[in-house]
């Protein structure tokens, strides 16, 4: 397995952990919480990119 889906599987698993608990539901309208937890999933997905790519980049 390359290094690379490693990091980015490690990375998105840390960003949902850490994501879950800020509590999006004061943000989004009432009743709502699907949207919430796709926020969550997309901001898990952006950060877990950009936290790869400057572990690579500092490495290399």
Known sequence: MN??????????LIS???LSGVNFD???????PVEA???IFILSF???YLITNF?????S
Do not use: G
């Not at 004061?26 to 709502?32: E, G, L, R, V």
């Open 3 to 12: 290094y690379k889906t490693i990091l980015y599987t490690l990375n998105l």
């Open 16 to 18: 949902i952990f850490a």
């Open 26 to 32: 004061k943000f989004m309208k009432k009743n709502k």
């Open 37 to 39: 937890r796709v926020i």
């Open 46 to 48: 952006a950060s877990s």
């Open 55 to 59: 572990i690579i980049d500092f490495i």
